[in-house]
């Protein structure tokens, strides 16, 4: 059995001007990175504006586990799919990290023969937006530290900076350090901390902008500091905004690849879904629904936090309504739930499947409080028996949603056909009324007690003394109709990642919460969520190679 990698090494690419081509792009338009990679001018949005938009489908999944659910895989399988169908589909898509490339979950370009390529170089540096958005983050600390260094006039106080460094790398060392050691030269010492680059603010605001120079305008807009007397300190106090816009020149384009079978995929901005909002830029969204009849796009995680994130922050800021939402499950990920070890799930349990099926159910419950029509697409594995899957289909027509075998990983567009029309039927059926969860009008302790509420399942919430002080001083600033960017564990609907299925009548605890001025929510810290994660004790890394020629393998 092929691997992913020797399976995108293998395809046979199409010059990507070909790509662009097909979806519609002058030659002009690009720019390209190589045969295989292009950005897409600023120019392309002025000439397509006025095009009436496509329909948005949104593929999102139960909690992740283990054994894999595959809710990229099953993006790029649908794309593939509806053009097997005959209709104009772009996909849209996240950028991976180098955290998880390098960790434990790998990379995000889908897999078997349902990925988006150049899969090495996707996975590896790509255009280099990571760096960029890195690069921009740590302009700003370096010049804040700079001024408290050179007088500080705007009396910033070093006990009160809000804005911490960021790597794109799993580092836990870094979570918590003291800089400004070994004498005066060496600047202000102060306690301070890394993030990994995808939840920082620069990758949200990178992701929310409709331009550069509203991706400026938010770079300005980010909080840095208090002063001494409380008040608060600006990038743009800093004059910082200027410089960290032209970093960022060029990462504001969206990129443009494609699938093993040709379909156009704009792949831009890859905040995490547990840490930060999970969705892809905005710009690549309604570049491609300008573009398609049909986008398919997908967000981090569960469904409790890349779709509620997806509707209730990108969707609200952005004005987009979405046609309909996959929700991607699997037959070994629903026994995981129903409390069988990583090693059993190849064996038939349908005790097991039917007590860990209440994960599915809460989501479809979820979804449907969002007013959009649900697909359940059960990803297939050579494990799966006929009863297990038909299981799942009875439990779907029982909670009145369509449901459809995907067998994209295997088969590719092929196998994603049965999927494809059953969302094209829900999508065409017009029965969508999208609405977010809650109104801006709320206080922020009232959003974030109806999203753990109301998705998560809690029965109370805990904001501590600390977090609940913050939300005031936030309130108090003037930024009380912010959407809430929930921090949580992916593992589980609860704060607590051993709580598995449905759990019921837990308390969420919210630790933390800070103002992202810039990029418009509210991150509120909740359990033991991590914004810097760790290598595991066997780091994927580990079996990564390249050899003389520049092979790479181990990548998946």
Sequence with gaps: MLTDIEIAQGCKMRPIAEVAASAGLLPD????????????????????????????????????????????????????????????????????????????????????????????????????????????????????????????????????????????????????????????????????????????????????????????????????????????????????????????????????????????????????????????????????????????????????LGAEKFFDIKCRKAGLRPACAVLVATVRALKYNGGVPKAELGAENLGALQKGIVNLGKHIENLKKFGVPVVVAVNAFPTDTAAEQAYIADFCRAQGVECALSEVFAKGGEGGRALAEKVLAAVEGGAADFRPLYDDALSLEDKIRTVATEIYGAAEVNILPAAAKELQTIAGMGYARLPVCMAKTQYSLSDDASLLGRPEGFTLTVRTARLSAGAGFVVCETGAIMTMPGLPKLPAAEKIDVDAEGKITGLF
């Design 29 to 304: 338009e690009l720019e390209l990175y190589g045969n295989y990679k292009a950005k897409l001018a600023s120019t392309v949005w002025g000439r397509l504006k006025d095009r009436p938009d496509g329909k948005l489908i949104l593929v999102t999944a139960i909690n992740p586990t283990p054994a894999g659910e595959g809710k990229t895989t099953t993006t790029v399988g649908l794309g593939e799919a509806m053009a097997k169908l005959g209709k104009n589909a772009v996909i849209a898509l996240r950028e991976p990290s180098l955290g998880p490339v390098f960790g434990i979950k790998g990379g995000a370009a889908g897999g078997g023969y349902a990925q988006v390529v150049p899969m090495e170089d996707i996975n590896l540096h790509f255009t280099g937006d990571m760096h960029a958005i890195t690069a921009a983050n740590n302009l700003l600390c370096a010049m804040l530290d700079n001024h408290m260094q050179q007088g500080n006039a705007l009396g910033i106080d070093p006990r009160r900076v809000t804005f911490t460094r960021v790597m794109d790398m799993n580092d836990r060392a870094l979570r918590n350090i003291t800089i400004g050691l070994g004498g005066k030269m060496n600047g202000v010492p102060r306690e301070d901390h890394f993030m990994i680059t995808v939840a920082s603010e620069i990758m949200a605001i990178l992701c929310l902008a409709d331009g550069l120079a509203d991706l400026k305008r938010r770079f300005g807009d980010i909080l840095v500091a208090y002063n001494y007397a409380g008040e608060p300190v600006y990038a743009r106090d800093l004059k910082a905004e200027g410089a960290m816009a032209a970093l960022m020149r060029d990462a504001i384009k969206p990129n443009l690849v494609q699938t093993l079978e040709g379909t156009p995929c704009l792949m831009h901005g890859g905040p995490f879904a547990n840490i930060a909002h999970g969705c892809n830029s905005v710009q690549a969204t309604r570049l491609a629904l300008k573009l398609a009849d049909y986008t398919v796009t997908e967000a981090g995680f569960g469904a409790d």
